[in-house]
Antibody
Protein backbone atom coordinates (compact mmCIF):
# COMPACT_ATOMS: atom_id res chain seq x y z
CA UNK A 1 0.00 0.00 0.00
CA UNK A 2 1.32 3.41 -0.97
CA UNK A 3 1.91 5.72 1.97
CA UNK A 4 3.13 9.32 1.93
CA UNK A 5 3.78 11.04 5.26
CA UNK A 6 4.62 14.73 5.34
CA UNK A 7 6.34 16.47 8.24
CA UNK A 8 8.03 19.75 9.03
CA UNK A 9 5.13 22.16 8.88
CA UNK A 10 4.52 24.81 11.50
CA UNK A 11 4.43 28.50 12.30
CA UNK A 12 7.18 30.68 10.87
CA UNK A 13 7.67 34.43 10.64
CA UNK A 14 7.69 36.24 7.31
CA UNK A 15 11.14 36.01 5.78
CA UNK A 16 11.90 32.80 7.63
CA UNK A 17 12.67 29.31 6.39
CA UNK A 18 11.18 25.87 6.78
CA UNK A 19 12.01 22.43 5.41
CA UNK A 20 9.26 19.96 4.62
CA UNK A 21 9.88 16.24 4.29
CA UNK A 22 7.84 13.40 2.91
CA UNK A 23 8.52 9.77 3.79
CA UNK A 24 7.34 7.41 1.06
CA UNK A 25 6.63 3.70 1.22
CA UNK A 26 4.75 1.00 -0.62
CA UNK A 27 6.15 1.68 -4.09
CA UNK A 28 9.47 1.92 -5.92
CA UNK A 29 10.18 5.53 -4.97
CA UNK A 30 13.11 5.95 -7.35
CA UNK A 31 10.92 5.17 -10.38
CA UNK A 32 8.49 8.07 -10.06
CA UNK A 33 8.52 11.84 -10.29
CA UNK A 34 7.39 13.47 -7.05
CA UNK A 35 5.50 16.69 -6.53
CA UNK A 36 4.40 19.21 -3.92
CA UNK A 37 0.92 20.70 -4.23
CA UNK A 38 -0.42 23.29 -1.78
CA UNK A 39 -3.82 24.54 -0.73
CA UNK A 40 -4.30 27.87 1.04
CA UNK A 41 -7.06 27.94 3.67
CA UNK A 42 -10.44 27.74 1.97
CA UNK A 43 -8.87 27.89 -1.48
CA UNK A 44 -8.15 25.56 -4.37
CA UNK A 45 -5.17 23.45 -5.28
CA UNK A 46 -1.93 24.94 -6.54
CA UNK A 47 0.92 22.96 -8.07
CA UNK A 48 4.19 24.05 -6.41
CA UNK A 49 7.10 21.94 -7.63
CA UNK A 50 8.08 18.62 -9.22
CA UNK A 51 11.33 16.66 -9.22
CA UNK A 52 11.96 14.15 -11.97
CA UNK A 53 13.04 10.55 -11.68
CA UNK A 54 16.69 10.67 -10.64
CA UNK A 55 16.41 14.29 -9.51
CA UNK A 56 18.09 15.72 -12.59
CA UNK A 57 15.19 18.01 -13.47
CA UNK A 58 13.20 20.26 -11.21
CA UNK A 59 10.19 22.46 -11.97
CA UNK A 60 8.67 25.30 -9.99
CA UNK A 61 5.62 27.52 -10.01
CA UNK A 62 6.54 31.11 -10.78
CA UNK A 63 5.36 32.19 -7.33
CA UNK A 64 7.99 30.08 -5.54
CA UNK A 65 10.86 29.98 -8.03
CA UNK A 66 14.11 31.18 -6.49
CA UNK A 67 12.78 30.74 -2.94
CA UNK A 68 11.87 27.03 -2.78
CA UNK A 69 14.08 24.05 -3.59
CA UNK A 70 12.76 20.55 -4.16
CA UNK A 71 14.99 17.50 -3.75
CA UNK A 72 14.80 13.76 -3.32
CA UNK A 73 16.86 11.08 -1.60
CA UNK A 74 16.12 7.78 -3.27
CA UNK A 75 18.21 5.84 -0.75
CA UNK A 76 15.95 7.08 2.05
CA UNK A 77 12.70 7.21 0.03
CA UNK A 78 12.33 10.84 1.00
CA UNK A 79 11.12 13.96 -0.77
CA UNK A 80 11.99 17.41 0.58
CA UNK A 81 11.02 21.02 0.04
CA UNK A 82 13.31 23.74 1.36
CA UNK A 83 11.30 26.96 1.67
CA UNK A 84 13.15 30.25 2.16
CA UNK A 85 12.04 33.89 2.28
CA UNK A 86 8.56 32.79 3.27
CA UNK A 87 5.62 35.12 2.76
CA UNK A 88 2.13 35.28 4.21
CA UNK A 89 0.77 34.02 0.90
CA UNK A 90 2.75 30.78 1.30
CA UNK A 91 0.43 29.82 4.16
CA UNK A 92 -1.17 26.55 3.09
CA UNK A 93 -1.44 22.84 3.56
CA UNK A 94 1.38 21.27 1.57
CA UNK A 95 0.71 17.85 0.04
CA UNK A 96 3.35 15.36 -1.04
CA UNK A 97 2.12 13.70 -4.22
CA UNK A 98 3.21 10.73 -6.31
CA UNK A 99 2.72 11.03 -10.04
CA UNK A 100 2.56 8.37 -12.71
CA UNK A 101 4.52 8.57 -15.96
CA UNK A 102 2.07 11.16 -17.32
CA UNK A 103 2.14 13.26 -14.14
CA UNK A 104 -1.32 12.20 -13.05
CA UNK A 105 -1.28 12.47 -9.26
CA UNK A 106 -2.41 9.04 -8.16
CA UNK A 107 -1.45 9.15 -4.48
CA UNK A 108 -1.52 12.02 -2.01
CA UNK A 109 -0.28 12.42 1.54
CA UNK A 110 -2.52 13.94 4.18
CA UNK A 111 -0.64 17.23 4.11
CA UNK A 112 1.28 19.42 6.52
CA UNK A 113 0.21 22.94 7.45
CA UNK A 114 2.59 25.84 7.01
CA UNK A 115 1.57 29.14 8.58
CA UNK A 116 3.57 32.27 7.82
CA UNK A 117 2.68 34.98 10.29
CA UNK A 118 4.26 37.39 12.74
CA UNK B 1 0.19 29.77 -19.15
CA UNK B 2 -2.86 27.64 -19.85
CA UNK B 3 -5.85 28.58 -17.71
CA UNK B 4 -8.50 26.02 -16.77
CA UNK B 5 -11.97 27.44 -16.16
CA UNK B 6 -14.43 25.26 -14.29
CA UNK B 7 -18.18 25.74 -14.26
CA UNK B 8 -20.40 26.03 -12.47
CA UNK B 9 -18.66 27.17 -9.30
CA UNK B 10 -21.33 25.45 -7.22
CA UNK B 11 -23.80 22.76 -8.14
CA UNK B 12 -26.65 21.66 -5.87
CA UNK B 13 -28.47 18.46 -6.78
CA UNK B 14 -30.44 15.66 -5.17
CA UNK B 15 -29.39 12.04 -4.75
CA UNK B 16 -30.06 10.05 -7.90
CA UNK B 17 -29.72 13.08 -10.18
CA UNK B 18 -27.09 13.45 -12.88
CA UNK B 19 -24.25 15.94 -12.36
CA UNK B 20 -22.39 17.54 -15.25
CA UNK B 21 -19.22 19.50 -14.47
CA UNK B 22 -17.30 21.45 -17.08
CA UNK B 23 -13.63 22.31 -17.50
CA UNK B 24 -12.48 24.54 -20.33
CA UNK B 25 -8.83 25.13 -21.21
CA UNK B 26 -7.56 28.40 -22.68
CA UNK B 27 -5.45 26.36 -25.13
CA UNK B 28 -5.54 22.75 -26.21
CA UNK B 29 -4.27 20.24 -23.66
CA UNK B 30 -4.99 17.31 -26.02
CA UNK B 31 -6.31 14.63 -23.63
CA UNK B 32 -3.81 15.37 -20.82
CA UNK B 33 -6.55 16.24 -18.38
CA UNK B 34 -7.35 14.77 -14.97
CA UNK B 35 -10.18 15.16 -12.49
CA UNK B 36 -9.77 15.02 -8.72
CA UNK B 37 -12.30 14.78 -5.92
CA UNK B 38 -11.67 16.41 -2.56
CA UNK B 39 -14.08 15.58 0.23
CA UNK B 40 -14.25 17.84 3.28
CA UNK B 41 -11.19 17.48 5.47
CA UNK B 42 -9.49 15.02 3.13
CA UNK B 43 -6.69 15.05 0.60
CA UNK B 44 -7.67 15.03 -3.06
CA UNK B 45 -8.19 11.73 -4.87
CA UNK B 46 -7.60 10.99 -8.54
CA UNK B 47 -10.88 10.18 -10.31
CA UNK B 48 -10.18 10.41 -14.04
CA UNK B 49 -6.96 10.55 -16.05
CA UNK B 50 -6.33 10.97 -19.74
CA UNK B 51 -9.68 12.80 -19.92
CA UNK B 52 -11.77 9.62 -19.87
CA UNK B 53 -10.06 6.82 -17.93
CA UNK B 54 -11.31 5.97 -14.45
CA UNK B 55 -8.60 5.59 -11.84
CA UNK B 56 -8.33 2.43 -9.78
CA UNK B 57 -11.29 1.85 -7.48
CA UNK B 58 -13.43 4.69 -8.86
CA UNK B 59 -17.12 3.74 -9.24
CA UNK B 60 -18.57 3.41 -12.71
CA UNK B 61 -21.00 6.30 -12.10
CA UNK B 62 -18.06 8.66 -12.66
CA UNK B 63 -17.11 9.29 -16.28
CA UNK B 64 -15.02 11.80 -18.16
CA UNK B 65 -15.13 13.01 -21.73
CA UNK B 66 -13.67 15.61 -24.03
CA UNK B 67 -10.40 16.56 -25.68
CA UNK B 68 -8.59 19.68 -26.74
CA UNK B 69 -10.15 22.51 -24.77
CA UNK B 70 -13.52 21.23 -23.52
CA UNK B 71 -13.95 18.52 -20.92
CA UNK B 72 -16.78 17.14 -18.85
CA UNK B 73 -17.00 15.10 -15.68
CA UNK B 74 -20.32 13.33 -15.34
CA UNK B 75 -21.69 11.62 -12.25
CA UNK B 76 -24.57 9.55 -13.57
CA UNK B 77 -26.54 9.09 -10.36
CA UNK B 78 -25.49 11.09 -7.33
CA UNK B 79 -24.85 9.45 -3.99
CA UNK B 80 -24.71 11.43 -0.72
CA UNK B 81 -20.99 10.64 -0.41
CA UNK B 82 -20.28 12.52 -3.65
CA UNK B 83 -20.40 15.76 -1.66
CA UNK B 84 -17.02 17.28 -2.53
CA UNK B 85 -15.09 19.82 -4.53
CA UNK B 86 -14.00 18.60 -7.97
CA UNK B 87 -10.89 19.93 -9.68
CA UNK B 88 -9.59 19.49 -13.19
CA UNK B 89 -5.86 19.62 -13.91
CA UNK B 90 -3.66 19.56 -16.97
CA UNK B 91 -0.88 17.02 -16.80
CA UNK B 92 1.01 17.78 -20.00
CA UNK B 93 3.50 20.65 -20.08
CA UNK B 94 4.35 23.12 -17.33
CA UNK B 95 3.00 24.50 -15.08
CA UNK B 96 0.60 21.77 -13.97
CA UNK B 97 -2.40 24.03 -13.68
CA UNK B 98 -5.51 23.22 -11.66
CA UNK B 99 -8.94 24.71 -12.20
CA UNK B 100 -10.57 26.62 -9.35
CA UNK B 101 -12.95 23.76 -8.64
CA UNK B 102 -16.67 23.02 -8.65
CA UNK B 103 -18.33 22.54 -5.29
CA UNK B 104 -20.98 19.82 -5.45
CA UNK B 105 -23.68 20.06 -2.82
CA UNK B 106 -26.17 17.27 -2.18
CA UNK B 107 -29.66 18.42 -1.29
Amino acid sequence: EVHLLESGGGLVQPGGSLRLSCAASGFTFSSYAMTWVRQAPGQGLQWVSTVSVGGGSTYYAVSVRGRFTISRDDSKHTLSLQMNSLRAEDTAVYYCVKGDSNYYYDFWGQGTLVTVSS
Amino acid sequence: DIVLTQSPATLSLSPGERATLSCRASQSVDNYLAWYQQKPGQAPRLLIYGASNRATGIPARFSGSGSGTDFTLTISSLEPEDLAVYYCQRSGGWPKTFGRGTRLEIK
